[in-house]
T-cell receptor, first 114, second 115 residues
Framework: NAGVTQTPKFQVLKTGQSMTLQCAQDMNHEYMSWYRQDPGMGLRLIHYSVGAGITDQGEVPNGYNVSRSTTEDFPLRLLSAAPSQTSVYFC?????????????FGPGTRLTVL | AQSVTQLGSHVSVSEGALVLLRCNYSSSVPPYLFWYVQYPNQGLQLLLKYTTGATLVKGINGFEAEFKKSETSFHLTKPSAHMSDAAEYFCAVRSRTGGYNKLIFGAGTRLAVHP
């Protein structure tokens, strides 16, 4: 049971480049989320999904796209990278239901945009 | 709208001393409350949570937190700090209503433990 996995661990992009951050979970969780972590700001929700084929925006969705074609995978796409997107990105997953909704976090992807 | 305030971005204690990390929330209805810990270069791990029932909640690694509705607080404590407790700690809340478990995080408190 690998839990939540994220690739890559580190990435450097130039302004304007696009890329996809990968996230996968093997716990059959319905809910998946993407957060970004910036110093002094905690974690902020970018996008989330309550099941395959269903996604919605969080607090800071601009510049990011998501899709969820399977229960296991929830990739995050940066369409045209900007220096303001330099951050650490975390993927999380959980069961649906209030008593089972502990979110499990991946190890993170550290992204630098030059 | 819900919000979370963690007092003190950095806290330093001696090994064996009491750890107290402060968290206050703002919400019209008492939310679910969480504490997460993040060790260097790792993801977040749940320490403990309050949903209902007893207001004193015990978590992993000897940590506990008490929900005080009158003070809108959920402070995290540990009687005796250990070097391995050095990490960043995040308080988070989520609404009791709604279909998705959206977490609102505080800015975090970095705990340093010195010999």
């Amino acid at each position: 049971n690998a839990g939540v996995t994220q690739t890559p661990k580190f990435q450097v992009l130039k302004t304007g480049q696009s890329m996809t951050l990968q996230c996968a979970q093997d716990m059959n969780h319905e809910y998946m989320s993407w957060y970004r972590q910036d110093p002094g700001m905690g974690l902020r929700l970018i996008h989330y999904s309550v099941g395959a084929g269903i996604t919605d925006q969080g607090e800071v969705p601009n510049g990011y796209n998501v899709s969820r074609s399977t229960t296991e995978d929830f990739p995050l796409r940066l369409l045209s990278a900007a220096p303001s997107q330099t951050s650490v990105y975390f993927c999380a997953s959980s069961y649906r239901g209030q008593e089972r909704d502990e979110q499990f976090f991946g190890p993170g992807t550290r992204l630098t945009v030059l | 709208a819900q919000s979370v305030t963690q007092l003190g971005s950095h806290v330093s204690v001696s090994e064996g001393a009491l750890v107290l990390l402060r968290c206050n929330y703002s919400s019209s209805v008492p939310p679910y409350l969480f504490w997460y810990v993040q060790y260097p270069n790792q993801g977040l791990q749940l320490l403990l949570k309050y949903t209902t029932g007893a207001t004193l909640v015990k978590g992993i690694n000897g940590f506990e937190a008490e929900f005080k509705k009158s003070e809108t607080s959920f402070h995290l404590t540990k009687p005796s700090a250990h070097m391995s407790d050095a990490a960043e700690y995040f308080c988070a809340v989520r609404s009791r209503t709604g279909g998705y478990n959206k977490l609102i995080f505080g800015a975090g408190t970095r705990l340093a433990v010195h010999p």
